[in-house]
């Protein structure tokens, strides 16, 4: 059965980790982050094309979901609407969802300011029990 999820979580709580220890021949790991590696492995975030990673993140997502591969999307998902573009894909093809949500803080690796991360935090909102959120503390 193909499923779709969706890991949320702080900077540096652990969503990729968590993510590529279960990619498998039936499940792809994506995330925006991906978008920012080049062709050497090397990690160069460019702010003003965030949009676009999470556009590509979607599009890649919504690939593998419609050729019958499993997908973890790891992204911070603090918000409903974050997270909307996938609850409606997964609807729209009638993929099964899960939700994990990662509460362990390793540090992040990509620098994120701490005043980055309090905006986070302060709009964190707490999933709705239907959801049946798989938490990883």
Not at 44 to 49: G, K, N
Not at 73 to 87: G, I, S
Request: aromatic share 10%.
């Amino acid at each position: 059965m193909t499923t779709l999820t969706l890991v949320r979580g702080l900077p540096g709580s652990g969503k990729s980790t968590y993510a590529n220890q279960r990619v498998n021949s039936q499940t792809q790991h994506v995330e925006a982050d991906m978008y920012f590696i080049d062709r050497n492995g090397n990690y160069a975030f460019d702010p003003s094309r965030l949009h676009a990673a999470h556009v590509w993140c979607l599009d890649r997502t919504t690939a593998f979901l419609i050729g019958g591969t499993s997908v973890m999307v790891t992204n911070t998902f603090t918000t409903m609407k974050e997270m909307q573009a996938y609850l409606d894909v997964a609807r729209r093809l009638d993929i099964k969802l899960k939700f994990v949500e990662m509460r362990t803080q390793y540090g992040s690796i990509h620098g994120v300011p701490e005043a980055t991360m309090e905006k986070m935090r302060n709009r964190w909102v707490t999933l709705p029990e239907d959801f049946n959120v798989k938490v990883i503390q």
